[in-house]
């Protein structure tokens, strides 16, 4: 029994609890929703199909999924945290299984109403697991070394999970994610020097490991990385599309070529534009005034989790909240910088605006966990 | 876990120390984003609009051709043909409904393609092109083009498409190909680019499937000039991809022609092999099928029909099918016992029907018994209970690893679909998979091919190559690819005693000529030709004892699914083998009845490299084969393209 279910009386009860949901955090998500719509419609050339469509619908399921979410107090959610855990390592170890035995490098589960991927729900379980972890452990064990293992374990099974899918971006937003936690939990800063030590090690390891027969990475990530650092290596492959994506981004200008104007991102230059690369676009036709204003938004959503975060006293809500947040601003942080050749490509979609079900259902569902703590918070 | 509120607030106060921390740092991040936004943007602007400007250049990937399959002959077993198809971009069309109507008015669209077609519109940005109508022939080609004005987004374009001339003669072989589906590409990691060509063809089953890797080729690519709306303004430069490399094949396309005739409707399999070096001449599988519908893609009514056939002919039996070998396995059970020293040719068994094998009888196929049999007249007149005594003497770990030797419960290396290995059991193996320990009863079932005893006719004939030459010859289908000769499988001596090995043959030679062999109906006369075979008869149901006491019920009077395999194996010529061969005719009662004569009728086919004399054949069998050689040639399919057959 924790602090928080002590106050659980003086929490809003029944329907009234839609008033005390935090509203602008919804507005903020809705109107990031809709600039994803505007740019599905303007990359399909003015068409609601093939991707707007079930795009809309999606955000509708995953609205209704945060609402849910949110009126189940949130001391609900925290005993679910282990079963919400050991239930999407389950399925992490299914689609590994079934890839397996027949149907390749596939990383979803059919639903038959869409295709869900563990490892994008991986990303709010753990997060939850951790949170739960660091409400439960005493505040004078957080630094001890057993207690310091135990994390990094939770963090580094689905870690290496989803890395053999393969999925570098996913296994990336895992690790930065479940570090972020626990640095937020207290944990001393002199572990996260050793990893950060570590980090740099590791990565001289995979350029020195490459060719030999203990390689640390597939060939096709290696290629990746050299045309992340030399784009020329390779002008026709991946090197390429850093390019063009500059090029679309660049060529938008202070205010843009205008919606449904742009040439660069409808001219089949680029892979995956309505996925990955839908950044370019909006670049492209809203100019650096349309490409700040999303980062404005998205800003906005991070300050708003962190307030709410902050104002309630709830270790579980807070943890589950600034982590969500994090998980959030890494997802748009990495799709930024690797569509503006910052970081190599690595496959992480831009949230809320790319096209795809398992994101977009996942980082709702999450939300809705961080409006739940928000109205469940101690008073 | 209960706190003091004094520990909450400690901890409280470093969650939000550390929550405004890294809420900096996300901040300064972000900013360095927005930074970087703006250097694009706004400072290097100018700069970026002026590539934008020439950035008007698109590539466009180009197929290559297929590599083509031919025979050992240079006969053409998969071609590229052109074929001209006609695809629409919706963008450019405007009224699409409007062009459709006024197309279909001018050519016939199949309606199944036009929905198809459609619904891929649907999903599609409309300034991708989209196929309509495929392998379109030059006349209604060149209508649309006259047309074309009033035509808008409509366009002809040639490609090639996969033929297979010879149908269904190489369907098992050489398999077939198709366009590249979802699964396809979920299904290989980091696709190339060139499988996301619309329609791209690639190997679906067969050969065509498990040399993709060299029949594909490599793919090229065209610069085209493209306006704002990404129209093509022109072709900049191309170059040109390199095709997928030729192959020819071991195979006799006529041969294979034949046998696959011969073996009709029945479900059977046939394997020529050339004891030399281990050419596959022709590998049958009956009933088949023409591969020419899967390309097109075939209509659901057609693939009902082919997979609910109980004679299955989707399957490559010669390969993929294993069966219990029956007598044929007698050989190997009889070297295995002269290698090891453990009986003479001439030491005899009493037969008297059946042998008491640990409280349990095993009966001889011949119910009255065969008297007192040495290891000639055993092969000769297929003696079961003088195997079960010998197994039993040899034990079935030595019986097994002389059955590997020979090329049986081995996979062999074929580059085609679902190579089965087959098995040889081991009193090890049945522990291990079956949880049981092995029986003495097991070495007399294994000792006359039953039980668990499974080999593919494929590694029967590899097995009857091998006892013919006492080399370990290895089956080889690639005879060149890009005209470059392949590794033959002659394969080394064995080191076989050369004795056994002639008693054997002598056997096997008995069995086709001598007047109480079992294969006698079916023997060559050729004197230049004499055949050499074992006949084999292999149960697919358990005869109980209540039943061999009221009399087992005749083969022709079983449901099909439950008579006996029959089976022949044979080599030729006597003297000088050439070439060996295995049948099987599934549920087709006795193997000196129902396999024999189709062994004898290849043979001679393949030695006299075409319809041979009736001479060859025994006087009585004259007139029926005339009739037969006649009727084949009369069914002969009808082949595609015959006039640009040969390469």
């Known amino acids: ?129 951790l949170a739960a972890y660091y409400d439960w452990l005493p505040r004078e064990r957080t630094s001890r070394p057993m207690w310091v293992l135990l994390p990094v374990v939770l963090i580094l099974l689905p870690t290496f999970m989803v890395l053999r899918q393969p999925d570098l971006g996913t296994s990336i937003l895992l690790m930065a ?77 202070w205010s843009g070529r205008g919606f449904m104007q742009g040439t660069q991102s409808r001219l089949n230059f680029l892979p995956e534009k309505h996925t990955d690369f839908i950044f370019t676009t909006l670049a492209e036709e809203f100019g650096f005034v349309g490409g700040v204003s999303l980062l404005g938004i998205y800003m906005l959503i991070v300050i708003f989790c962190i307030a709410a975060a902050l104002a309630t006293k709830d270790r579980f809500s807070s943890l589950v909240i600034m982590g969500i947040s994090l998980t959030f601003f890494l997802f748009f942080a990495v799709n930024m910088s690797m569509v503006m050749g910052l970081a190599p490509v690595v496959g992480v979609p831009l949230p809320l605006v790319s096209y795809g079900g398992s994101v977009m259902l996942v980082l709702l569902a999450a939300f809705g966990l961080v409006q739940s703590a928000h109205v469940h918070r101690p008073r | 876990m209960r706190r003091n509120p004094k520990e909450l607030e400690t901890t409280n106060r470093t969650l939000s120390r550390r929550a405004l921390l890294l809420g900096g740092i996300q901040l300064v991040f972000a900013g360095g984003l927005a930074m970087r936004m703006r250097h694009l943007q706004v400072d290097q602007a100018d700069q970026f609009r002026l590539l934008a400007e020439e950035n008007r250049i698109n590539i466009r990937l180009l197929a290559p051709a297929r590599g083509e399959i031919f025979d050992r002959n240079g006969i053409a077993i998969a071609r590229n043909f052109p074929s001209y198809r006609i695809i629409i971009v919706p963008e450019d069309a405007g009224d699409v409904d409007k062009v459709i109507n006024d197309l279909s008015r001018l050519i016939d669209i199949d309606p199944k393609d036009l929905e198809r077609a459609i619904a891929e519109m649907r999903r599609s940005p409309p300034f991708l092109p989209v196929t309509l109508a495929d392998q379109i022939d030059w006349e209604d080609i060149s209508k649309v083009a006259v047309n074309a004005p009033a035509l808008p987004g409509i366009t002809p374009e040639v490609g090639l498409a996969r033929i297979y001339p010879r149908r269904a003669d190489f369907a098992h072989v050489v398999g077939y190909v198709g366009p590249v589906s979802d699964y396809d590409l979920s299904q290989i990691e980091d696709p190339e680019p060139i499988l996301r060509i619309p329609r791209f063809q690639i190997g679906k089953v067969g050969f065509e499937a498990k040399r993709e890797d060299v029949l594909r080729g490599k793919a090229g690519a065209k610069r085209v000039e493209v306006n704002a709306t990404g129209r093509v303004m022109r072709e900049l430069d191309r170059r040109d991809g390199v095709s997928g490399a030729d ?337 099987i005719v599934e549920h087709g009662g006795g193997g000196s009845t129902a396999a024999a004569p189709i062994v004898r009728d290849v043979m001679l086919q393949a030695l006299y490299g075409g319809t041979p004399p009736l001479d060859a054949y025994p006087k009585k069998d004259r007139n029926r084969i005339r009739a037969q050689q006649e009727r084949l040639e009369r069914e002969r399919p009808e082949r595609m393209h015959e006039a640009s057959d040969r390469a």
Request: glycine content about 10%; some cysteine; charged content about 20%.
């Open chain 1, 1 to 129: 029994m924790s602090y928080l279910e002590y106050n659980a009386k003086t929490t809003p009860a029944g329907l009234r609890k839609v008033l005390f949901l935090n509203w602008p955090l919804i507005l903020l998500l809705v109107s990031v929703a809709c600039v994803g719509f505007l740019m599905l419609y303007s990359v399909a050339g003015g068409s609601a199909s093939p991707w707007v469509e079930p795009q809309v619908k999606r955000f509708g399921m995953g609205l209704f999924a945060m609402f849910f979410i949110a009126m189940v107090p949130i001391w609900f959610w925290r005993n679910m945290a282990v079963l919400a855990y050991m239930l999407s390592i389950a399925l992490l170890l299914a689609v590994e299984f079934f890839g397996s035995v027949g149907m390749g490098a596939q990383r979803w589960i059919d639903l038959g109403f869409m295709r869900l991927q563990p490892s994008e729900l991986t990303k709010i379980t753990l997060v939850m697991l």
């Open chain 1, 177 to 253: 994610a479940g570090g972020g936690v626990m640095f937020l939990a207290g944990v001393h800063w002199a572990y996260f020097a050793a990893v950060i030590g570590a980090g740099v090690g590791l990565i001289t390891a995979v350029f020195q490991g490459r060719g030999t027969s203990w390689q640390l990475l597939k060939d096709y990530q290696y290629r990746r990385i050299d045309t992340f650092l030399d784009p020329s290596t390779d002008p026709l492959g991946a090197g390429y599309h850093i390019t063009q994506s500059k090029i679309a981004l660049g060529s938008g200008g």
């Open chain 2, 247 to 583: 192959m020819q094949l071991t195979v006799d396309a006529e041969l294979q022609g034949y046998v696959q005739a011969r073996l009709g409707n029945e479900s059977a399999s046939a394997v020529v092999i050339d004891c030399e070096n281990g050419d596959l001449r022709a590998i049958a599988s009956a009933p088949s099928f023409d591969p020419n519908l899967f390309v097109r893609g075939i209509s659901v009514a057609d693939y009902r029909e082919l997979t609910e056939n109980t004679y299955r002919p989707l399957a490559n039996k010669s390969v993929q099918g294993t069966y219990p070998p029956g007598s044929t396995f007698k050989m190997i059970v009889a070297l295995a016992a002269l290698e090891e020293g453990i009986i003479g040719p001439e030491e005899t068994v009493w037969c008297p029907g059946y042998l008491e094998v640990a409280g349990r009888r095993f009966h001889c196929w011949k119910r009255g018994g065969h008297g007192n049999v040495d290891l000639n007249n055993s092969l000769k007149r297929s003696c079961d209970v003088y195997y079960y005594d010998l197994a039993l003497k040899v034990g079935i770990d030595k019986i097994s690893a002389m059955a590997q030797r020979m090329g049986l419960g081995i996979r062999h290396d074929l580059p085609m679909s679902a190579v089965a290995s087959g098995l040889t059991p081991t009193k090890e193996w049945k522990n291990r998979n079956r949880g049981e320990d092995w029986l003495i009863g097991d070495t007399a079932n294994a000792s006359i091919g039953q039980g668990y005893m499974l080999a593919s006719p494929m590694q029967l004939a590899v097995m009857t190559a091998r006892l013919a030459t006492g080399r370990s010859v290895t089956p080889r289908l690639i005879k060149s690819i890009d005209g470059i000769e392949q590794p033959g499988g002659a394969g080394e001596s064995m080191g076989l005693n050369e004795n056994n090995l002639r008693t054997l043959r002598r056997g096997m030679y008995s069995v086709s000529n001598d007047r109480r062999g079992t294969g006698y109906g079916s023997r060559i006369i050729e004197e230049t030709m004499r055949m050499a075979g074992k006949s084999g008869t292999s149960q697919v149901r358990n005869i109980t004892a209540a039943e061999r006491a009221a009399g087992v019920v005749r083969n022709s009077d079983l449901p099909w699914e439950r008579r006996d395999h029959a089976l022949f194996v044979s080599f030729a010529p006597f003297d000088n083998p050439k070439f060996a061969i295995a049948v």
